[in-house]
């Protein structure tokens, strides 16, 4: 039996008033984002190298640019990049899935995801795919809350999910 190729991916940077993500692309789609870090500040992607990549890695580079711009200013993306969310099993991705039906500016808890997935006492197991969600943001993993509407755990940490939340105009959860 051949061995599975590996993925090709190609990472580019994406500048906001917020830093620099990184966003890595498969043959598939957007397949990470990455939020800014010591490691990718001041890193930039220079027009050439953008210019040799394929057609479709600009137009979803471009596509995830808008998009992740407009949340982190609290609007709705509009049209998302095609994600890539292989990486999961199938049950994350269900949950990843449903994600992106929580509209901006609401919030659902891990027990209601459980349920909606047909998984009523698998609360901790959607806190463990909102943990390994690939593409934050994007798939608004900030939006789910712990019991009694708790911030609960965020993979890039609560000042990130509290920004993400606030921008999306929800408010009154900063109990953590």
């Given at each position: 039996?051949?061995?599975a190729a590996k993925k090709q991916l190609v990472e580019l940077v994406i500048p906001t008033r917020d830093?620099?993500?990184l966003a890595r692309y498969s043959v598939n789609g957007l397949a990470r984002l990455k939020f800014p870090s010591t490691k990718t500040a001041g890193k930039k992607t220079s027009p050439a190298v953008l210019g040799a990549l394929p057609m479709t890695i600009r137009r979803w580079h471009r596509a995830t640019t808008v998009a992740l711009k407009r949340?982190?200013?609290g609007r709705s993306p509009r049209v998302l990049p095609p994600l890539d969310i292989s990486v999961g099993t199938a049950f994350q991705q269900r949950i990843w899935n449903a994600l992106?039906?929580?509209p901006l500016g609401e919030t659902r808890s891990y027990g209601e995801l459980a349920r909606l997935v047909?998984?009523?006492h698998g609360s901790r197991a959607v806190?463990?795919?909102c943990g390994a969600n690939p593409i934050p943001v994007l798939i608004p993993c900030h939006r789910v809350l712990a019991a009694g509407r708790k911030l609960g755990g965020f993979s890039s940490g609560l000042e990130w999910k509290r920004k993400l939340l606030?921008?999306?105009e929800v408010r009154g959860l900063w109990k953590a």
């Open positions: 039996m051949k061995p830093g620099e993500f949340i982190l200013a992106l039906k929580i047909k998984n009523p806190g463990g795919a606030w921008r999306e």
